[in-house]
């Protein structure tokens, strides 16, 4: 048989994302003038079909003078002439069968993350207490009464939660027959710390590991730090999650993770001690998040673009937050926390037989030179979306060419590499881990609300649908520092506002809560997109991955923020207001990024904002420096 002529064969499909080759605005290369040109010429025209590595001669005006170009340029080269993945299965179509089974199960294997994600509100849950008094004490019942000293707390007089009055007094009085109050003045006597244990309320929790192991009072900071360490173990998993998936594949990390995040759960539940149930509960967070990452990966991998945006908020963002929103309704008929843990595991095991449905991403086993894998997933999805597929979707021989092609090195410095992007990186640090730590201190704030525990939690989860709606609206239509400085304002702004609300109007103190999470929620939600914005392709990545980091600090340290309100209710939404509102004015000074190129190295950054922050400004550029791009199809997530 003879061989296909070189010009007829399919091109070859790139692995880099064919931005990354644009030429620099103003710049017309050679190789994209030669490109140009060799698709118009003849199909069995060779003469017109130099390598890129000669293109170099064109633009010093001599045929002869051939200099290798550098990576860059080479890919740039390469990239006019090849078809990317989403070309190459554009005959899938962009919503199928196979598309939208891939969308609901990758978006439903979310929903234990909501679980898990939140599930230390009601686990953790503090419950009103007070030191216990043994019946062996021998009291009168009006000194039983009257054992515990009392408190002015937000404006009421309440027990104190962590002393008594010392017990032998109190009985030598109640055997005397003195009256408390008339004979004895309470407030002379001599105080001592809950030497019997604690007796806990419960009316909200049956049980929770404070009340398991006596959290409260000198140990209660281990409930914050019980919190912190899950996202401490969510900040170890977002480490290792990436580079897990890519040495072995998209699905078996999946699903490693899910068994990850289930089986040491259901451990939890035999926990003998704290420090035992923290333990298992760092693990936890690795694999919640792992699951988490690896789950948007794989779907944005398998999805078109145009599917992608829509299935990074509609879909993943909404599912975890239904998740949330089943997390109370749990809580609610289960108030025992060692049985409450057990219900939120089994869920896990539901998503064992998505095995069996989600495959492995075909661009993964491109990367590892496995087309024949590729190719069978493909032409499954094309008989399940009753299209024809062709015979040969990759060319092994032809994708073996871009082997030579490399990208240039590009290291964590290079985000401070000048003053211009290290103050932009520095506030992007910023920006991430003040909105990440009001986001999950809110969330995590719900049982100490006015009102009922578990309805508040619900409230707090259903308040982020429409936030994350929202934010998807914005996006699409306006400039982004705007934007997110508005919301955050907003957030920052009402949670102020609740200093100012009277004790008894608490439904109304309740409202401006969840206004204020879903100003932040919707802020947060746009980070992804207006960070991936600003950097150039070769750091965008790395800058988006060191954010991510930041926010995960954030949620360590947010439990904390939670806590300050055992020494004033008001406390937390002062401080998180403040800083809420103190970044958004910081955002202002970002560069604006809607309608403007995306930049391709460090130097076509734009410039920190220092003057006229408050002029509205479209973000357009002159035409010549500038072109309409799609926005980057990356996650819009809270975590």
């Not at 004490?137 to 000194?143: E, F, V």
């Not at 239904?322 to 109370?328: C, E, T, V």
Request: with cysteine.
């Amino acid at each position: 048989m003879q061989a296909t002529p070189q010009c007829l064969r399919p091109r070859p499909w790139c692995p880099w994302p064919l931005s990354a080759y644009s030429p620099a605005p103003g710049v017309r290369s050679a190789e994209v003038r030669l490109s140009r040109s060799r698709s118009n010429a003849p199909a069995g025209s060779g003469a017109a079909r130099p390598g890129p590595e000669r293109a170099a001669s064109l633009r010093e005006g001599g045929a002869g003078r051939a200099r290798p170009l550098p990576a860059v340029a080479r890919c740039r080269a390469a990239a006019e002439s090849m078809r990317d993945y989403e070309e190459v299965t554009a005959f899938l179509g962009e919503w199928g069968l196979f598309q939208r089974l891939i969308f609901f199960l990758l978006s439903a294997s979310i929903i234990p993350n909501g679980f898990n994600g939140m599930s230390v509100v009601f686990l953790a849950g503090t419950p009103e207490h007070r030191c216990r008094v043994p019946g062996a004490a021998n009291l009168s019942s009006a000194w039983r009464n009257h054992s515990i000293p009392l408190l002015l707390r937000d404006g009421r007089e309440v027990p104190d939660s962590c002393h008594r009055y010392r017990l032998a007094a109190v009985a030598n009085f109640s055997a005397l027959g003195l009256e408390p109050g008339r004979d004895v003045d309470l407030g002379q006597l001599e105080q001592e710390s809950c030497l019997d244990g604690w007796e806990f309320s419960q009316d909200v929790f049956q049980s929770t590991i404070v009340t398991e192991w006596n959290l409260v009072c000198e140990d209660d900071w281990r409930t914050p730090l019980t919190a912190s360490l899950f996202f401490v173990g969510v900040l170890c998993g977002s480490f290792v999650s990436g580079q897990l998936s890519d040495r072995f594949g998209r699905k078996r990390i999946l699903f490693a993770t899910m068994a990850v995040q289930t089986g040491f759960s259901f451990l939890q539940i035999f926990s003998i001690n704290w420090e035992m149930f923290t333990v298992l509960f760092v693990i936890v967070g690795m694999g919640q998040i792992s699951n988490y990452v690896v789950a948007f990966i794989l779907g944005a991998e398998i999805l078109g673009k145009s599917v992608r945006i829509v299935f990074s908020t509609l879909g993943v963002c909404t599912f975890f937050a239904l998740g949330y929103m089943l997390l109370p309704l749990f809580a609610y008929f289960i108030r025992d926390w060692r049985m409450l843990l057990l219900a939120l595991t089994l869920p896990g095991v539901l998503c064992v037989p998505l095995w069996w449905f989600i495959p492995e991403s075909p661009r993964w086993l491109i990367s590892q030179k496995r087309f024949k894998e590729a190719e069978e997933i493909i032409q499954k999805a094309a008989k399940m979306n009753n299209v024809a597929a062709p015979a040969v979707i990759f060319d092994p021989v032809e994708l073996q060419e871009l082997d030579s092609l490399k990208q240039p090195k590009v290291f964590i410095l290079d985000l401070f590499k000048t003053w211009n992007v290290a103050k932009i990186t520095i506030m992007s640090l910023l920006l991430w881990m003040l909105t990440s730590v009001g986001y999950f201190a809110l969330s995590l704030n719900v049982p100490n609300l006015h009102g009922d525990a578990y309805l508040n939690c619900f409230l707090s989860a259903l308040i982020e649908v429409p936030a994350y709606v929202m934010a998807w609206l914005l996006l699409r239509k306006l400039p982004r520092r705007y934007i997110i400085a508005g919301v955050l304002c907003f957030g920052g702004g009402v949670l102020l506002l609740i200093q100012l609300v009277p004790l008894d109007y608490s439904y109304l103190s309740i409202g401006l809560v969840m206004l204020g999470k879903f100003g932040v929620t919707s802020a947060f939600s746009m980070l992804y997109v207006f960070t991936a914005e600003l950097y150039p392709t070769l750091v965008r990545n790395m800058a988006v991955g060191i954010a991510s980091m930041a926010s995960r600090v954030g949620s360590i340290i947010a439990p904390y923020f939670v806590y300050l309100g055992s020494y004033n209710r008001l406390l937390p939404y002062i401080v998180m207001g403040s800083l809420t509102v103190l970044i958004g004015i910081v955002t202002l000074f970002f560069p604006e990024s809607f309608g403007v190129t995306l930049p391709e190295t460090l130097e076509q950054m734009q410039k920190v904002k220092c003057n006229c922050i408050f002029r509205f400004r479209s973000g357009k550029k002159p035409k010549d420096s500038m072109k309409k791009e799609e926005n980057p199809k990356v996650l819009i997530t809270t975590f």
